[in-house]
Every structure is written in C-alpha cells, then in structure tokens.
C-alpha cells in the first residue's frame, strides 16, 4: 500500500520534502531518497524523528515498525561533519599512550634538569599499566569492538581528546615528579592486584559483547555470562565493562596512592556510572524479559 509522508525540519518545522513509501520502506531508504530528492547530506549526516525532540530513529526500522501512517511527518536534522567511531577512539587513546611515556621520561620541559636515573619502582610499573590498558583500548578498537553507529559528530573529536589528553598530563606530571612517594608494599601489590584482575575482566566483558552482534549488523541481544569466570559480572550488572573499568582505576590509585589519579578515577567513575545506568534503562525497555535483579554497574546497590 502506497503513502505519503511530510519531511519537515526539525529547527523550525520548515516543509522540506513529500516521501513516497510502503510500510515496508525502512528509514534508510527514506534517507537515500532524501540524498537524490533534495541533495541531503550524506547518509550518516542525516538525523530523522517523529517528534522534534524524539528519539532518532534507527536506520534499520520499518515504517510499519514505527506505526507510520500515511501522512505521518518526520522531523529532519543535519547532523553536521562526522567522523567515524572508530577514528575517534584511535585518536582518544593514542594520545595518553603517548603523553604519559613522553612525561615518564622526565623532559625538561615539565621538571627543568634533574637526575632521572633514581626512578622507584611502582613508577615503573604505574607506566607498564598505564601503557597496558590504553594499549589494550587500542587493540579492542581495531580488532574487538563492534560499533553499533559508524559515525559522531566531528566536533565530539576535541572534547572527548581533551579529557583523555589532559587527564593523562595531570596523572602523569604526579607519579613521575621528582618528589613522588611511593606507597607501602602491601598497597602497591593490592593495587596491582586488583588492576590486573580487573583489566582482564574488561577484556573478558568487551570479547562476550562483541560475540553478541554478528558482524554487520546492529543485532542487540540480552548480554549473558559465558564460559568465562569474569563474565560472571553479568549475572549482578548491565555494564560489567564499566565496572571492570572503574575498579582498574581504582586498583592504579591505590598502586600509586597519587591524588590526581584519584581525581582522575572519580571523574571516569561519576561517566561511567551515567552511561550504565542509561544502558540498564535501554535494556529494560527494549527486553520485556530481561532480569530484574541487575543493577546497572555496582552489584547490588546500583
């Protein structure tokens, strides 16, 4: 069956177009038709909603999906300049791989000429874990992750560098001054401890996701645990990565027993906890079935 819908902007309501479709017709090809109707951006520039302040409709859903009837209007919205997740993040993490080696080495720059020979040894090691995880965030971007959209708005690229970046000076600057104090040994190795158990349970949760989403495609699935003891996580939270993540950071402050990475994981702790707890409310939401009892990143309390 034949219909109509009205292509309108979503800044002022601006008529812009009349689309011809089915029920069947997906969003994206309504955004293709839009690309060859009236010269749209690209596709990944393109964002459509029923309602001016809606949720951005997927390209994969159907007209019928939606309840889309003849007549309905969409509400369009250039997205402006993107660029794809994958670069963000390769940008993201090579900066603090690089900044904390370059500040490990005790330029002149930021400590004026000092002997750098007398070094101890957790700031050996706070480097080797530093290096590891982001290191590691690198590898999972090229070879782990599977992006369920291609692109962000390329302005997106300078705020999230900028907290990586400048996160990784600050942090850096400490552990590696001249007057740094290491902790007690029972602290160090805790720390150490609990950062390494914790790095491989990150690992572990973000290979169990990707297994999730064949390639391709956006297939979202309930997450479960897996064969694997660190996927364990799952059973008691939504987001066991951000807790894995969170807990690493945690185990690096106690290793170093430095202030700024306090400061550093607080920060990283206060967004992660964000993002989980609208992944549990997505979850809810999308699977009837999903299991009560979760919390979205702190077992039991949150």
């Known amino acids: 069956m034949a219909m109509e819908i009205q292509i309108l902007t979503a800044k002022s309501s601006k008529y812009l177009a009349n689309v011809n479709v089915k029920p069947s017709t997906t969003i994206k090809e309504i955004k293709e038709e839009l690309l060859k109707t009236m010269k749209a951006p690209s596709l990944e520039r393109q964002c459509l909603r029923l309602d001016v302040k809606g949720k951005v409709l997927s ?6 999906s939606l309840n889309i009837t003849d007549g309905t209007k969409l509400y369009y919205k250039d997205l402006g300049p993107q660029i794809s997740w994958k670069t963000v993040f390769l940008v993201e993490y090579a900066g603090p791989l690089f900044l904390y080696l370059w500040i490990y080495q005790r330029p002149w720059i930021f400590y004026g000429s000092i002997d750098t020979s007398k070094y101890d040894t957790a700031v050996h090691v706070a480097a080797i874990c530093w290096a590891v995880h982001y ?71 973000h290979l169990a996701l990707r297994n999730l989403r064949p390639p391709g495609t956006t297939v979202r699935k309930i997450p479960v645990a897996t064969d694997n003891p660190f996927t364990v996580l799952f059973n008691f939270v939504s987001c066991p990565n951000y807790t894995y993540e969170i807990g690493s950071w945690i185990g690096f402050t106690i290793m170093t027993s430095c202030l700024s990475a306090a400061v550093f994981t607080a920060a990283g702790a206060y967004q992660m906890t964000v993002w989980a707890l609208g992944k549990h409310k997505a979850y809810k939401k999308e699977f009837s079935q999903y299991p009560k009892s ?9």
């Open 59 to 64: 390209d994969s859903e159907t007209l019928q």
């Open 135 to 205: 290191a590691k965030r690198l590898y999972e971007t090229l070879f782990v992750h599977r992006f369920s959209h291609a692109t962000m708005p390329f302005r997106n690229l300078f705020k999230n560098c900028s907290y990586y970046w400048l996160f990784a000076m600050y942090v850096a600057y400490h552990v590696n001054h001249p007057l740094y104090t290491a902790p007690s040994c029972l602290k160090f190795c805790t720390g150490l401890t609990l950062f390494t158990l914790c790095e491989l349970g990150n690992l572990s949760t």
């Open 294 to 302: 979760r919390k979205a990143v702190f077992p039991f309390i949150l």
